[in-house]
């Protein structure tokens, strides 16, 4: 076991696990942060995807001790009032289905517009290929990028 | 207008004061912080007091309505649309609706159940007599008040109305609920519908968003421990020993035992299906250290029955013995008339095993004391593992609660509830809340899987490429997918199919769309080899058969609606403007009933780098009355990229009973980039009341797909999944 400070959604966070312990446990038995989820365990599924430096990472497969000063984004953190441009074009396309996928593809998508904040269809098929949804919501995901993308720039 | 005897289910509409302990709205300790609604809506103030006009709602003094939504919601959006139902026939104003998921409770709702596409169909008139119930009672206490008839009030949003007179239902909720419920209830007209019919967001959605805690693996609870288990690597193997010492030494453990979730002796219901009866369980203090205490196990299995490969069960199929072949149905002289006849098609497919794989894994919470048991989680047959859970632990019923979390995908897999005995009987044993954990690995390799299937199909026809004999036999490792009474039974003369099983002890259950699943795809993709045979339009040769089974149907027990089947083809016909497509643009139509509904599609596929690309679904769906479309739509969007993902990519394999498949490596599910680049959905107008939909999209689209890749490909192919094998141009 060893003492690790986090720095979560702009707060900071101490915990005391084995070194080991990926992001993804941390998060969600020890700081009680269960948006990002548990999927498959080994970086296929993408439903634990939380952003470190701004950018995409699989939490299931992130020991906590690589994290070091890296700042740690998840869902809950991804705006104060769930009024992000891509929250927002989820709730408008009405997304989910079970839902349970989504947060995963929301870190995803914010991450992807970061770096691009005007993807092509293909680019935003192949940027969310590592998020599964069992639901088959991939097209309304799409809309929502583009929608997203468009209130963004305007 | 409809005039329903509240009679029916009457315990739910009648004041629940009359009931013990106040009723309703029982210890929703964890899930109160899920309220549903609030923070979406222009919802801003909770009122003072709230009064219960009946099992489904009640009203607050300012006028809020808490709704509550029985069934189990697993992404099926039954949680908005069932609500929905209630507020029509409750003429309020949906903006100040909250919804809350009820918890299982056999006295006040009727088939808290989530399967067979049944909810709103079977829903329907409790739901709309909720409404009705109370805005009887609400117009009541304002006839009262203004000392005038009853039937002179209106409502609308929420507000009674009388000669310019206004009152909002909050100002004589509590007048109402001591009044009392009529023998009788009108309920409205589908004309004069506000809500049902009109696009609403998910209620959820804002908490989706954000990332609150809404599922069953979310929960947290004081003193609560983590749970794992270690089962047989194989169907067929059986549990010899373990040394827990080393796991039991890791830090965090509390305790490592074996366990059974069914003894022996025990008498199981439909819903208790679970392969592996025992196995090694680790408890602790966090996921990590389980997961990592899970690792030191030393467990030896042995061998307890036929260790099963899928080379043997294909082996298997290629030799059906006609002795367990039954005939399901025969009309006319098949027979002789395949004998006869000018041409024969025959053809054969199969598919294999597949798994639900939820994406959020099997799990469940339980508090297990001396006199009670608490459960919580992701359920669809709550009612019936109540009984379980209450044989299991050995508590009367009326000790056993269950609160149903939303779910994580259910497509049958949650039908099946062990998952939830074995949290009971951990948290029995560590006198703890527990909740029990399946990893991805647990959860695909103890499925209660899609079974294998196998069908053979043959047609004849005549000089004049009519369709003059038909047969069908079709089964499965280790269940029948056969419909015996479904189309093309009806439109053909001469008839015969048969039906055959073989055992098998892998574990299978009902997955979307059960039996539909395989049988629908595979028969369409031989009705177009046969439309094709006959040189005819593959729309206009089903047309042809339609026409036949409505006019002059073959047989009684067709099970199908001619005119409906037709009408879904007809409406793809036209959207996707068959018979005019782009070039380089690959066609399939097909059509499918199931669930009381009728589904029609057309694929367009293109070949970029020898590789099929879905360029464009056409769904023509016919479900009656669609309750909310901007849900029903996601559905059949999500069906349909369900139904093609399967059939191209997945399957579930076994060697030695040992599944190859365990997590998302090497079980393929469809990708964003490999689903269809846009599906296009167009409802039927109809005002019959609501059909299936969670299931009917599914089946279909296989058939369209198959025949659109043979377009493209000049090449049919029988087996599943289709990309097993690579396709090129032919
Ligand atoms: S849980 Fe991390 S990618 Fe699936
Ligand atoms: S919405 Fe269910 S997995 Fe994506």
Known sequence: MAVFKLKINGKSREVDVDPFTPLLWVLRDHVGLVGTKFGCGIAQCGACTVHVDGKAVRSCQMPVQLIGEGEVTTIEGLSEEGDHPVQKAWLEQDVPQCGYCQAGQIMSATALLKENPNPTDEEIETAMSGNICRCGTYTRIKRAIKSAAQNQNA | ?730
């Open chain 2, 1 to 730: 207008m409809a005039i329903l005897k509240t009679k029916v289910g009457r315990r739910s509409f009648l004041k629940t004061s009359a009931l013990a302990g106040g009723g309703l709205m029982i210890s929703f300790s964890w899930l109160a912080s899920c309220k549903s609604g609030k923070d979406e809506k222009k919802v801003s103030e909770m009122p003072d007091e709230w009064f219960e006009l009946n099992g489904y709602l009640k009203i607050g003094n300012n006028g809020v309505v808490t709704i509550m939504s029985p069934n189990p919601e697993i992404g099926q959006n039954v949680k908005t649309s069932m609500p929905m139902i209630v507020a029509e026939e409750l003429d309020v104003d949906w903006e100040t609706v909250i919804v809350e998921q009820a918890p299982l409770d056999t006295k006040l709702f009727t088939r808290q159940l989530a399967g067979g596409s049944q909810s709103i169909r079977q829903g329907w008139n409790s739901l709309r007599m909720a409404g009705a119930t109370a805005r009887d009672v609400l117009r009541q206490a304002a006839a009262k008040k203004w000392n005038v008839p009853k039937e002179e009030i209106t409502t609308s949003k929420s507000v009674l109305e009388h000669k310019g007179k206004k009152l909002g239902y909050g100002e004589v909720a509590a007048e109402a609920a001591s009044m009392t419920v009529p023998e009788e209830i009108e309920l409205k007209s589908k004309g004069d519908f506000s809500i049902v019919g009109t696009p609403r967001v998910n209620v959820d959605g804002k908490k989706i968003v954000t990332g609150k805690p809404l599922y069953g693996l979310d929960i947290q609870k004081e003193g609560m421990l983590y749970a794992m288990m270690e089962h047989a690597p194989a169907f067929g193997m059986k549990l010899k020993s373990f040394d827990a010492a080393e796991a039991k030494a890791m830090p965090g453990i509390k305790d490592v035992f074996s366990m059974k979730s069914y003894p022996d002796d025990y008498e199981r219901q439909w819903s208790d299906v679970a392969a592996f009866s025992e196995f090694v369980v680790v408890v602790g203090n966090s996921t990590w250290e389980v997961l990592s205490a899970k690792k030191k196990l030393k467990v030896e299995w042995e061998k307890g029955s036929e260790l099963e490969s899928t080379a043997d069960h294909l082996a298997k199929l290629d030799n059906i013995p006609d002795s367990v072949v039954n005939v399901a149905r025969k009309d006319g002289d098949p027979e002789k008339v395949f004998q006869n006849a000018a041409k024969v098609i025959e053809r054969t497919y199969t598919a294999p095993f597949l798994s639900h794989n939820t994406l959020e894994p099997m799990n469940f919470f339980a508090d297990v004391t001396a006199d009670k048991a608490e459960f919580i989680g992701p359920i669809q047959t709550p009612e019936f593992m109540e009984k379980s859970a209450s044989a299991r632990l050995g508590l009367p019923l009326e000790k056993i609660d269950i609160q149903m979390t939303r779910m994580g995908g259910g497509f049958g897999r949650r039908l099946y509830g062990h998952f939830l005995i074995e949290a009971g009987v951990i948290s029995q044993k560590m006198k703890a809340p527990v909740k029990l954990v399946y990893t991805r690995e647990d959860d695909m390799t103890f499925g209660t899987y899609r079974p294998a299937y196998r069908a053979d199909y043959k047609a004849a026809l005549d000089e004049n490429n009519n369709l003059i004999a038909f047969h069908v036999k079709a089964g499965g490792i280790p269940e029948s997918p056969l419909f015996a009474n479904r189309f093309p039974a009806g439109a053909v003369d001469n008839y015969l199919a048969e039906s055959w099983t073989l055992e098998s002890n892998i574990s299978v259950g009902a997955f979307r769309a059960p039996r539909s699943n395989f049988i629908a795809g595979v028969e369409q993709a031989f009705i177009d080899e046969v439309a094709e045979a006959a040189g005819k339009d593959p729309i206009d040769f089903r047309l042809e058969l339609m026409e036949k089974a409505k006019n002059a149907p073959v047989g009684k027990d067709n099970d199908y609606d001619a005119e409906r089947y037709a009408g879904v083809l007809r409406l793809v016909r036209e959207k996707s403007k068959w018979g005019s497509e782009e070039k380089g643009v690959h066609r399939g139509v097909s059509a499918y009933f199931c669930h009381d509904s009728y589904v029609a599609n057309v694929v367009d596929l293109e070949m970029k780098n020898n590789e099929p690309v879905i360029k464009k679904v056409y769904c023509a769906v016919d479900c009656g009355i669609v309750v909310n479309p901007i849900a029903a739509t996601n559905l059949v969007e999500g069906g349909t990229v369900d139904g093609i993902g399967h059939a191209m990519y997945s399957a579930m394999t076994f060697k030695d009973g040992k599944p190859d498949q365990k997590n998302f490596d090497t079980y393929r599910l469809i990708r964003h980039s490999e689903a269809p680049k846009d599906v296009e959905v167009h409802f039927v107008k109809s005002d019959i009341d609501p059909t299936g939909l969670g299931e009917p999209p599914f089946p279909p689209v296989i058939g369209a797909l198959a025949n659109a890749l043979y377009k493209a490909s000049g090449k049919r192919t029988y087996s599943q999944p289709f990309m097993a094998k690579s396709f090129q141009l032919g």
